[in-house]
């Protein structure tokens, strides 16, 4: 099993940047698909990214492609999201996951972290 804490998040103004770090513990990161995913309030929680073992594939949902880019270290047990020219609609608790499936858009992680809020203001 892996234990997984995200951090990075916080306020932002409308067109800004962020990155989201997820430090991995309990088993080393490279032997899962990590992603990442957000809940924004009254909604459901949605795919965001996710890259392969190491990180030859990515995928990422139409909302963010071309603006958010996933990335792991294997060696230091982390994968970030960078998050640049982030619009009001991005506001969400994001969620770093990982898991056993390989990648693909309809990528759902095995464990989750507990989130960080990020929030864009207009």
């Known amino acids: 099993q892996v234990q997984l804490v995200e951090s990075g998040g916080g306020l932002v103004q409308d067109g800004g940047s962020l990155r989201l770090s997820c430090a991995a513990s309990?088993?080393?990161?490279?032997?899962?698909?990590m992603g990442w995913f957000r809940q924004a309030p009254g909604k459901e929680r949605e795919f965001v990214a996710v890259i392969s073992l190491l990180g030859r594939a990515t995928y990422y949902a139409d909302s963010v492609k071309g603006r958010f880019t996933i990335s792991r270290d294997n060696a230091e047990n982390t994968v970030y999201l960078q998050m640049n020219s982030l619009k009001p609609d991005d506001t969400a608790v994001y969620y770093c996951?990982?898991?056993?499936?390989?990648?693909?858009?309809?990528?759902?992680?095995?464990?989750w972290g507990q989130g960080t809020q990020v929030t864009v203001s207009s």
């Open positions: 996951a990982a898991g056993r499936t390989s990648a693909s858009s309809s990528w759902l992680g095995d464990y």
């Open positions: 309990g088993r080393t990161v490279s032997t899962y698909r």
